[in-house]
Nanobody, 126 residues
Framework: RLRLAESGGGSVQAGGSLTLLCSCT????????MAWFRQVPGKEREGVAS????????LYVDSVKGRFTISRDNAANTMSLEMNSLEVEDAGIYTC???????????????????WGQGTQVTVSS
């Protein structure tokens, strides 16, 4: 059974950086597109960044372009999200997800993802 586990969340001041890690255990993530989603209370879950199965393509929500970088290490069965120049609006629970679409490209459509982690909290103070 696949298990996705996030780590690396925490509290930073605006302008700071964090790197989130998503680890896949139980089954492989290496042949499937993956993504990071963010949720804040009272709002819909939002796609932040997605990466193709081989890491060759990525997508970002406009608000994080140029500041966040998604990457993956298929040999290690992990995915990362490097977040720089963090803004207060970046705060939320960040969750990684795997889409059961063999060897396909990235997407931020939350409805296409079937496997989810528990999430990690990111807090950004002004």
């Amino acid at each position: 059974r696949l298990r996705l586990a996030e780590s690396g969340g925490g509290s930073v001041q605006a302008g700071g950086s964090l790197t989130l890690l998503c680890s896949c255990t139980g089954k492989t993530c290496s042949r499937y597109p993956m993504a990071w989603f963010r949720q804040v209370p009272g709002k819909e879950r939002e796609g932040v960044a997605s990466i193709s199965w081989d890491g060759g393509m990525s997508l970002y929500v406009d608000s994080v372009k140029g500041r966040f970088t998604i990457s993956r290490d298929n040999a290690a069965n992990t995915m990362s999200l490097e977040m720089n120049s963090l803004e207060v609006e970046d705060a939320g629970i960040y969750t990684c997800a795997r889409r059961m679409a063999y060897m396909l490209g990235p997407t931020l459509d939350v409805g296409l993802y079937t496997d989810w982690g528990q999430g990690t909290q990111v807090t950004v103070s002004s």
